[in-house]
Structures are given as structure tokens and as C-alpha cells.
């Protein structure tokens, strides 16, 4: 007598309970309602903070890990080349994890995995082996980045108040406490011990913020076979947005990234190299810039309600370019490290603020778009800034941070915080180009038409008359005619020389 086959419960519906990740994400959260300000700050300034925190142990250990594994200059380019690849990769996924699953979940497994991956690198035994082991890293820091930014911007909207800046002091923060718990550990021991204890202790610290962000999330009723057939048209229309308006955002933080990157990567040695700093100046400048950034971004809600996004976007970018000036400029360390302070005042909270205006346009599609493009600028600058430098000097090549901080400047009058207004004038202002373009092409084309043939029109006769000429003079030059002994005289029609 065979016994029945156990069929999964079901709901009453008949769909089964847990026929997805969707399902297991609904029955992971508390049934309780989302928590309050006061008990989700600090888990989400912590999932900030954590993730600064291991990003800068590691930036303290590159010159171990590089010693370990045998690397070059250039094999160790091409190695951490690999964490901004890896990140990139993740970001667009994660956007629609986050849509689909909940931000604080993703978030909390990313954390979980941030506090895994970590320990790689310092296991790695050669330059493959560190490749991969970044590859994945960068991947999963690009799944926080991403899922972290998108929870700072569901609190803004529940809150109606900027608090995206002072969650991203968490990060510079922690990014100062992991560089220089690492730069201790690095005289203490060897990679591998260092990386596994950060490892356990963002496991703990990851499972004491899940509950707090996953119950972040909003319920998501189960739904009936009709609702569930209709979801995917409601998840195509949630997921349209204005991209253009969302690239220009993000163009926004790739400035900031690329200014970011060539001071962290660049600007100790210009301080030591060009203008002969001591190791403790050149190592000033990195923390001073760093130090500016997080303060200034504690105090980032009260300068925009004090001065307005796009006061503070514009204003800051141009603030920072001016700073670069000085930095580059100056012939004294000390005044280019104030410099550098001065840039890190500057891009403070122009990163937090575009990837919020991105978030409240497209959500957590608009964040992973953003953060995407603007993450382009922090892969794309070092190597840029390299070149640059091996061409036209290091300071020539900083100096292309003022640049593009200016043109960030410029790009933020443009974006303001109303997002229709933005979109109309985009729109417009597209519209009105295509017209001008298409304009100029068919003004310009009828021109070019008319003169082609009034060209032709009056060199026909010409050309015909001088190809006669030259075929009469043709056994002569050749010096196969009767007259071939002649001496040559000009040609005045085309300024050859011809017998007379």
C-alpha cells in the first residue's frame, strides 16, 4: 500500500506558500509594522559604516596582499581593476532585487556576504587567485552600495527631510577606522588573521541590524491569481522612469567619484613627489580630505535646508574645483594639503544628494542606475589620471577634478529637486535641439548642395580646358614629342611648369 505524496501547503489561493524568493522574503519578515526613525537610523548608518569600514581594512593591506601574491604595478592594476568591474556588474541586479524583494533584505544578505568575502584577498596565493577573490568582493560591495542607498532614500520619503548625507558620514567614517585599524594590524601581523577577525566581527554586526532592516520593508499581501497575473504589467510600470533625468544625476556623482578616487589614489603622491612632502604631510592630505567629507557631511540635512540642493550641489562642486586649483598650484605642501581639505568640503554631499534625487525619481531602479554611472567615474578616473600624468604631469592631470567638478556645477542648475519641472524641461530642451539640429543639417546640406554646383558649374570649363592643355603637352613632359628639348616655363592656370 503506497502512501500519499505530501503536497505543499497552500495558500487559499492554491498557490503555494514558498514558491519564491519573493515568498521566502515575506515570511523572513516580522509580522510587526516598520520600525520607527529611532531604531532604523542606526541599522542603517551601520550597514554605511560597516561597509566603509572593511572597504578601507583593505585599502590599508594593498601593499601586503601585493607582497604576498607577487604582483607588479601593473598586475596589481589589473587586480583592482577587478573590484570596480565586479561592482558594476552588481549594481543594475541588485536595483531590481530591491524592487522585488525589499531593500533592507537585500541589504541584510549583503551584509552577510560583505562579512564573508571579505577574507578572501587575504588567502590569495597569486595574481588569479587575487583577481577572482576581488572580482567577488567588488561584486558584493556593489550589492550593499546600492541596497544601503536605496533604504537611506525610503527614509527620506517616510521622513519628508534629507538624511542620505549624514548616512554617508557612517561611510567615510568607517572607511577612517577600517584604514587605520589596518595600517595597525599591518605592523602587527600578515593579511589573512587581520581580514578574518573584521570578517567575524561584520557577521555579528550583520546579524544584529537584519532583523532592523528587513523589517524595513513594506508588507507585500499575498495575492489572489488575478493580481498575481496583473503584476508583472504593474512591475514594468513601476519600474519606468525618467532615465534621462537619472543619468544626469548620475553624471552628477561620477564627478565626485572621479575626484574621489584621484585623491585617494593620486594625492599623496603628488604632496610627496611633486612638492617633496614628508611621509607624514603626504599622508595628511588623504586624511584631511577624508576627515572634511565625513564632517561635512554630518552636518549635510542643515545645509540643505539652509541652502537649497541645488545651491549646495553647484556651490560645493565649485568649491571643490577651486580647491584642486590650489592644491595643484601651490608650491607648498601645507597649502595644497588645505587644498585638499577644501575639495573634500566641496564633494561632501554632492554623491548623497544626486543618488537621493535618483532614488525619489526611479527608486531603487533610479539608485542602481545612478550609482552605475556615477561608480564609472571612480573606475574610469585613476587610470585617467594616470595617463594624464605620464603625458603632462601630475599636476596637469588633478587638475581635471576642477573640471569636472565645474561641469558638475553646471549640470546641477540644471537639475533641481522638482522632479515634472525637470522632466519638462529636459524633454523641452531635447526637443528644442533635435529642431535646431535638424535645422542646421538641412540648412547646411542645401548650402553645400548649391555651392557644389556652382563649383562644378563654373571650374567645368576650366578643368576641361586645362585637361586639353595637358594632353597637348603631355609626349613633352614625357620628353617623347618634337619639342621635348624646350626649356620649361611656368604654367600660370595651375601652377605647373610646362615648355615655352
Known amino acids: 500500500m503506497s502512501l500519499p505524496t505530501p503536497q505543499p501547503a497552500l495558500l487559499p489561493t492554491g498557490t503555494p506558500r514558498v514558491r519564491n524568493l519573493a515568498g521566502l522574503a515575506h515570511r523572513m519578515r516580522p509580522s510587526a509594522g516598520p520600525p520607527s526613525w529611532r531604531r532604523l537610523q542606526p541599522a542603517i548608518t551601520a550597514l554605511f559604516a560597516f561597509d566603509g569600514f572593511v572597504f578601507g581594512s583593505w585599502a590599508a593591506r594593498i601593499p601586503d596582499v601585493t607582497t604576498q601574491v607577487g604582483a607588479t604595478e601593473s598586475t596589481l592594476g589589473v587586480a583592482l581593476l577587478c573590484v570596480s568591474l565586479g561592482a558594476l556588474a552588481s549594481m543594475q541586479l541588485t536595483g531590481a532585487l530591491c524592487a522585488r524583494l525589499g531593500s533592507g533584505l537585500v541589504g541584510a544578505v549583503g551584509a552577510l556576504l560583505l562579512g564573508v568575502v571579505v577574507a578572501l584577498p587575504g588567502f590569495a596565493s597569486s595574481v588569479p587567485?587575487?583577481?577572482?577573490?576581488?572580482?567577488?568582493?567588488?561584486?558584493?560591495?556593489?550589492?550593499?552600495?546600492?541596497?544601503?542607498?536605496?533604504?537611506?532614500?525610503?527614509?527620506?520619503?517616510?521622513?519628508?527631510?534629507?538624511?542620505?548625507?549624514?548616512?554617508?558620514?557612517?561611510?567615510?567614517?568607517?572607511?577612517?577606522g577600517g584604514a587605520a585599524v589596518g595600517g595597525l594590524a599591518s605592523t602587527i601581523g600578515p593579511v589573512a588573521p587581520h581580514l578574518l577577525v573584521v570578517a567575524g566581527a561584520g557577521l555579528l554586526l550583520s546579524a544584529a541590524i537584519a532583523p532592523t532592516l528587513t523589517a524595513a520593508d513594506p508588507a507585500r499581501p499575498r495575492l489572489h491569481r488575478a493580481a498575481a497575473a496583473a503584476a508583472p504589467a504593474d512591475r514594468r510600470r513601476s519600474t519606468a522612469f525618467p532615465r534621462a533625468l537619472v543619468v544626469v544625476l548620475g553624471l552628477i556623482a561620477g564627478c565626485t567619484a572621479y575626484g574621489e578616487g584621484a585623491l585617494?589614489?593620486?594625492?599623496?603622491?603628488?604632496?610627496?613627489?611633486?612638492?617633496?612632502?614628508?611621509?607624514?604631510?603626504?599622508?595628511?592630505?588623504?586624511?584631511?580630505?577624508?576627515?572634511?567629507?565625513?564632517?561635512?557631511?554630518?552636518?549635510?540635512?542643515?545645509?540643505?535646508?539652509?541652502l537649497g540642493e541645488t545651491r549646495l550641489l553647484a556651490g560645493g562642486a565649485l568649491l571643490a574645483a577651486a580647491?584642486?586649483?590650489?592644491?595643484?598650484?601651490?608650491?607648498?605642501?601645507?597649502?595644497?594639503?588645505?587644498?585638499?581639505?577644501?575639495?573634500?568640503?566641496?564633494?561632501?554631499?554632492?554623491?548623497?544628494?544626486?543618488?537621493?534625487?535618483?532614488?525619489?525619481?526611479?527608486?531603487?531602479?533610479?539608485?542602481?542606475?545612478?550609482?552605475?554611472?556615477?561608480?564609472?567615474?571612480?573606475?574610469?578616473?585613476?587610470?585617467?589620471?594616470?595617463?594624464?600624468?605620464?603625458?603632462?604631469?601630475?599636476?596637469?592631470?588633478?587638475?581635471?577634478?576642477?573640471?569636472?567638478?565645474?561641469?558638475a556645477a553646471g549640470l546641477a542648475v540644471v537639475v533641481t529637486a522638482e522632479r515634472p519641472a525637470v522632466r519638462s524641461r529636459l524633454t523641452t530642451a531635447g526637443s528644442r535641439l533635435a529642431d535646431a539640429s535638424a535645422r542646421a543639417v538641412a540648412t547646411q546640406g542645401a548650402l553645400l548642395v548649391g555651392a557644389s554646383a556652382r563649383v562644378a558649374t563654373g571650374l567645368g570649363p576650366a578643368l576641361r580646358a586645362a585637361a586639353a592643355d595637358f594632353a597637348r603637352e603631355l609626349p613633352i613632359l614625357t620628353g617623347e614629342g618634337p619639342d621635348a628639348d624646350r626649356p620649361l616655363q611656368p604654367y600660370p592656370g595651375l601652377g605647373l611648369t610646362t615648355t615655352g
Not at 603628488?270 to 561635512?296: E, I, N, Q
Not at 561632501?348 to 534625487?357: L, T
Open 129 to 176: 587567485e587575487l583577481c577572482a577573490a576581488l572580482l567577488v568582493f567588488g561584486a558584493v560591495t556593489g550589492v550593499v552600495n546600492v541596497a544601503a542607498n536605496s533604504l537611506g532614500v525610503q527614509a527620506e520619503q517616510r521622513r519628508s527631510k534629507s538624511v542620505l548625507p549624514s548616512l554617508h558620514a557612517g561611510f567615510s567614517f568607517g572607511g577612517l
Open 264 to 306: 585617494t589614489d593620486w594625492g599623496a603622491l603628488h604632496l610627496r613627489d611633486t612638492l617633496h612632502a614628508s611621509p607624514l604631510v603626504a599622508a595628511a592630505g588623504y586624511a584631511g580630505f577624508s576627515l572634511a567629507m565625513a564632517c561635512c557631511r554630518l552636518g549635510g540635512s542643515a545645509l540643505i535646508r539652509a
Open 323 to 407: 580647491g584642486m586649483l590650489v592644491a595643484v598650484l601651490s608650491p607648498a605642501a601645507w597649502v595644497a594639503v588645505g587644498g585638499f581639505v577644501v575639495v573634500g568640503l566641496g564633494l561632501a554631499n554632492i554623491f548623497p544628494i544626486a543618488i537621493a534625487r535618483a532614488g525619489a525619481a526611479g527608486g531603487a531602479g533610479g539608485v542602481a542606475l545612478a550609482s552605475t554611472v556615477g561608480y564609472s567615474g571612480l573606475l574610469g578616473g585613476p587610470p585617467v589620471i594616470g595617463f594624464l600624468a605620464a603625458t603632462a604631469g601630475l599636476p596637469f592631470a588633478l587638475a581635471t577634478v576642477s573640471v569636472l567638478a565645474t561641469v
